[in-house]
């Protein structure tokens, strides 16, 4: 008799679990027909994603002030020669030599003085309808780069230069290397910001969705050193035309800039 009820109790069971699992077909049908009875309905376009329909293309702009960190002082000698480009050299050299050694005694290292040109060239002058030879010239410039702390020595320099010999050509405020890499850096982050926030202000405002970024092109980075003086006036004729610069030189903030193109996707 136990044996009779437990069969019929399996059975029952195996008939239950048959049951269940039609139902569980006839309730979820295919995700293909699941598919097609909602785009029947109209709701398909809830389930895609979005796709592409075209492309917006934006510049991003960041601008930082920063201190310089380097102060830039460049040194003009001029020697000429009637007769001798050598001897012309030559008078250039002791002069370099001088202002060198002038230099040296100021604690400036050497390796902040560098020789920027070095030029030797023919003088002609017009006189009576003709060039007339007028000699040799020797111009050499030398860039004398001054620390933030070394800043209150511009002064001494120019004057100890101008007095070995030297003409003041340009004193300008600059950024070291490792300082406008530090700079560079959060200016491309704040310019990709501001293109994505005027990508989609623009976007929005047309009804669409911003979507993918497609490319992404470093426009500009960089800066302008501040000139704080400049001789215009120094040429191979500096008698009398070489005003004086600034012998107190005080720092003025660089403007320094970066900017970005992205092509962004819209959805």
Known sequence: ????????????????????????????PSTAYASEALIEFGVNETLREPEAHGTISISGNAFAESEPDRLAIILKIIEKDLESAVKARDEASIVIDQVLEALKNLGISDKNIGTNSFNIELKYEWENGKNVFKGYVATVTIKVILKEDEFDKAGTVIDTSVDAGAFVDRIQFELSRAKRDDIQLRLLAEAAKDARLKAETIV????????????????????????????????????????????????????????????????
């Open 1 to 28: 008799m136990n044996k009779l009820k437990m069969a019929s109790t399996l059975l029952a069971c195996i008939i239950m679990v048959s049951t269940l699992a039609g139902m569980s077909l006839i309730i979820r």
């Open 204 to 267: 929005s405002a047309l009804g669409d969705e911003l979507g993918n970024v497609k490319s992404v092109n470093m426009n500009n980075y960089g800066y302008q050193p501040r000139v704080l003086w400049k001789n215009e006036y120094l040429s191979f004729d500096t008698e009398g035309t070489n005003s004086a610069p600034p012998t107190t030189i005080m720092p003025t903030d660089l403007t320094v800039s970066a900017s970005v193109n992205i092509v962004f996707e819209i959805l």
